[in-house]
């Protein structure tokens, strides 16, 4: 079983930064994909960006190229999201999830159905 515990949610303005946080449980955490997605209320659940943890390769969204940085600190079995320039759009419930890469490969995707393993989900509210 793969466990994953989320913080740095918030409220913040407009252009304003936030770091999120997702530790994952131990013997789970090597050659895996973990990723951070997001869904607004009556919006489809969109991933924002993916890192591969063995080799540390990301992969994002369009909407935040430029604004969102995700890393890794694999001593602590963790995964950030540094974001940026933070827009009202950008205002979701941001989950962390992992998996195995698709097709056994070494890369990540943006599919959510991609991922089994999620976690509770941290609200980011961005204000004008």
């Known amino acids: 079983q793969v466990q994953l515990v989320e913080s740095g949610g918030g409220s913040v303005q407009a252009g304003g930064s936030l770091r999120l946080s997702c530790a994952a449980s131990?013997?789970?955490?090597?050659?895996?994909?973990m990723g951070w997605f997001r869904q607004a209320p009556g919006k489809e659940r969109e991933g924002v960006a993916t890192i591969y943890t063995g080799g540390g390769r990301t992969y994002y969204a369009d909407s935040v190229k430029g604004r969102f940085t995700i890393s890794q600190d694999n001593a602590k079995n963790t995964v950030y999201l540094q974001m940026n320039s933070l827009k009202p759009e950008d205002t979701a419930m941001y989950y962390c999830?992992?998996?195995?890469?698709?097709?056994?490969?070494?890369?990540?995707?943006?599919?959510?159905?991609?991922?089994?393993?999620w976690g509770q989900g941290t609200q980011v509210t961005v204000s004008s």
């Open positions: 131990r013997y789970s955490y090597n050659r895996m994909c």
């Open positions: 999830a992992a998996d195995r890469p698709p097709y056994g490969g070494t890369w990540c995707s943006l599919r959510s159905a991609d991922f089994g393993y």
